[in-house]
């Protein structure tokens, strides 16, 4: 059976770091996983919204939905922030009450939009390939093991939290850890791979931001760590994007590379490192392409 979503790329993977949206259109491609991009979907707001009115996050993000609705697929983002708001916003409509549906799907008709319904599920691509696509197939599709790979996982907080129902343990999780063996990379465990990168204090308080990306990359490499690995474009624009202006403000030289997952799993698959967009980092990732010799 072939795998099909209706893919939301979001904002960041399209503009500031088209790496990661890249990448994970070449490791779809690779793995038989057929991608039809929401071209008219909207930006999610990344919990922005709610600030001002839940009516607005809910009504953008349910138009979202049913355009997804409307090709009878699951949503597929590939990022944390994504997932956690329009994964929220499926669940509260989900179980909203009528009237507050109607008032949705009121002003959804007012601009000549599907009505949402309820009826599909929003999936972060880290799940789809855990859980849809499974760890045992994945592994058949490794050409070459990333073997002596030492990977620490950043989950970040929307993922794991970001939802009343994660599909993982918002607080151990073992999700990004299992993919890693499975491509046979080494998973690193440290303080604060459930924690949040910075991103959302950037705007307004950046150098505590940086404090607390350079807290989370500082604990990575003193665990051993070649890379780490993010399934979210706003923690890649945190924590690579931004990695020098983050060590200017922690006073230390970090120098560890940020990939995102879908661009580890290329590697593994037999992907060429320029397809993946790994020439687009601001931290080199010749380090670890060197580490697999490539």
């Not at 063996?181 to 991103?199: D, H, L, S």
Request: net charge negative.
């Amino acid at each position: 059976m072939v795998l099909k979503y209706a893919y939301f790329p979001g904002c960041v993977a399209q503009g500031a770091c088209r790496e990661l949206d890249q990448s994970t259109k070449a490791v779809s491609r690779s793995l038989g996983i057929e991608l039809i991009e929401l071209k008219k979907a909207a930006c999610c707001g990344s919990g922005t919204f709610k600030e001002d009115s839940q009516l607005l996050e809910d009504t953008v993000n349910a138009r979202n939905i049913a355009l997804a609705e409307e090709l009878n697929l699951p949503l597929l983002t590939h990022c944390s922030t994504c997932q956690g708001v329009i994964g929220h916003v499926d669940e509260r409509l989900k179980s909203a009450d009528s009237e507050y549906l109607n008032q949705v799907n009121g002003f959804l008709n007012r601009e000549g939009c599907s009505p949402y319904q309820g009826s599909t599920e929003v999936k972060h691509l880290l799940w789809a390939l855990v859980s849809d696509y499974g760890l045992d197939a994945i592994a058949a599709k490794v050409t070459r093991k990333l073997s002596g790979l030492k990977c620490a996982a950043f989950y970040g907080c929307y993922l794991l939290r970001g939802q009343d129902r994660p599909l993982d343990d918002p607080f151990n999780p073992t999700s990004m850890e299992n993919l890693f063996e499975a491509v046979g990379a080494t998973p690193i465990q440290y303080r604060g791979r459930t924690q949040c990168c910075g991103w959302p204090l950037s705007s307004y308080a950046t150098e505590q931001s940086f404090q607390m990306a350079g807290k989370h990359i500082k604990a990575a490499i003193q665990a051993g760590a070649d890379c780490m690995v993010t399934p979210c474009p706003l923690c890649h624009l945190n924590l690579d994007s931004r990695q020098p202006e983050v060590e200017q403000v922690i006073g230390e030289k970090l120098g560890l590379p940020i990939l995102h997952l879908p661009q580890l799993v290329g590697l593994a698959i037999g992907i060429s490192p320029s397809e993946l967009g790994l020439d687009r980092h601001i931290v080199a990732t010749k380090s670890v392409l060197a580490k697999l010799g490539k």
